[in-house]
């Protein structure tokens, strides 16, 4: 007997009641990557067969790509927006990894007045939506004279609270209290113990937080668009994606007109798959220690 023919009934409508449902996800994202990849023509003449897979070619990339890339006054936007992008969610991530670590261990593994409190804050400013804050920052930020900078989006990425929570469900699981009480009766102080105790078990949760900050920053809208719509070449991809959206024939014919470049579908994806690229290899990297995520705050001991 083989093992299909093992399979019960029962088992058998499971998986193809799952490929279904794979099938319905994964229909409409191949359609969209291969509209990257196809002609202007193409996509308004519907040729090409099923997900039009026979209008792709190499050269449909370059021409998109020199639309894409040729958007604004002197080209080269979108590239200087990918790097923004990189900058701003990169350095919002390493600030809150190197804030939500010691914060995590101090709320796990300290005990002093308020802590619960401390704690409860750290929940509800968790849950609160980005957006309510983003009026607040921008204030703040334009006190300082720094609309349209950088290093402020960045920085203020860097208040991650969800870290604080991992980092926390992290030490209160992993690091055991006698490990702790046997450093402190050593003669180590808190800073030492957390120095060199708690960061050689944190590699998993520096892992952890360093992707959720970074995803988190990187698909940030608001407060990039809050902070530097003033100046078209500090800004992000996030609002870049916009900004071409709105300057396509499809949606904005007036201002299209008075562009050089053309932006049709094929080169709205194209910029769309592009800019969904470092996510991906963010998660690739990340995905065995995600993996072992999973089980933070699972099994104490």
């Known amino acids: ?23 319905i996800f994964l229909v409409p994202i191949a359609g969209f990557v291969a509209m990257a990849f196809r002609s202007n023509d193409g996509v308004e003449n519907g040729s090409g067969g099923f997900l039009g897979l026979g209008d792709i070619a190499w050269s449909n990339v370059r021409y998109s790509w020199s639309q894409v890339n040729g958007f604004g006054p002197e080209g080269g936007l979108f590239t200087r927006w990918l790097t923004n992008s990189l900058v701003v969610a990169a350095g919002g991530a390493i600030l809150a990894v190197v804030a939500a670590l010691p914060a995590g261990y101090a709320m ?34 334009n006190a300082v004279g720094a609309v349209g900078e950088l290093w402020p989006v960045a920085l203020i990425m860097g ?5 604080v929570y991992l980092s926390y469900i992290h030490y209160l699981t992993t690091m055991p209290k006698e490990l702790v009480e046997a450093a402190r009766l050593d003669g180590l102080g808190e800073v030492s113990v957390f120095w060199w105790i708690g960061l050689r078990i944190s590699k998993q949760v520096v892992v952890l937080v360093a992707f959720f900050a970074f995803v988190a920053n990187w698909t940030n809208f608001f407060l990039p668009l809050a902070l530097l719509s003033s100046n078209q070449k500090n800004q992000t991809v996030s609002i870049g994606l916009q900004q071409l959206i709105g300057a396509s024939p499809l949606f904005n014919p007036t201002v299209a007109a008075g562009l050089d470049v053309k932006l049709y579908m094929p080169q709205l994806a194209l910029a769309t798959f592009i800019s969904m690229l470092p996510l991906l290899a963010v998660f690739l990297g990340a995905q065995r220690f995600l993996i072992r995520g999973e089980t933070v705050g699972a099994v104490k001991g």
């Open 108 to 141: 796990a593994r300290l005990r002093f007045r308020a802590r619960r409190a401390v704690l409860l804050i750290t929940l509800v400013t968790m849950v609160m939506p980005n957006t309510v804050l983003v009026i607040p920052l921008f204030l703040e930020v």
């Open 159 to 163: 208040f991650f609270p969800f870290g």
């Open 1 to 23: 007997m083989t093992r299909i023919e093992s399979w019960s009934p029962g088992r058998l409508a499971r998986v193809v009641s799952m490929l279904f449902v794979a099938a």
